[in-house]
């Protein structure tokens, strides 16, 4: 299970609380599960640029 953010400049950490008291849970890419990767990677990349 993966402990740190992948995100550029994120500096969150496993364990650490949100902005409304929860753990932070980090997952690992779905590398098997081509269709929710390309909604995990492709999609985000995608609307920031249409923005």
Same mark, same amino acid.
């Given at each position: 299970m993966p402990k740190y953010c992948a995100a550029a400049a994120c500096c969150n950490? !496993?364990?650490? @609380? !949100?902005?409304?008291?929860r753990k932070l849970s980090f997952y690992p890419?779905? @590398?098997q599960d081509k269709e929710r990767l390309h909604k995990w990677i492709i999609l985000p990349f995608i609307s920031k640029h249409l923005v």
């Amino acid at each position: 299970m993966p402990k740190y953010c992948a995100a550029a400049a994120c500096c969150n950490r !496993s364990g650490q @609380l !949100s902005a409304d008291n929860r753990k932070l849970s980090f997952y690992p890419f779905p @590398l098997q599960d081509k269709e929710r990767l390309h909604k995990w990677i492709i999609l985000p990349f995608i609307s920031k640029h249409l923005v």
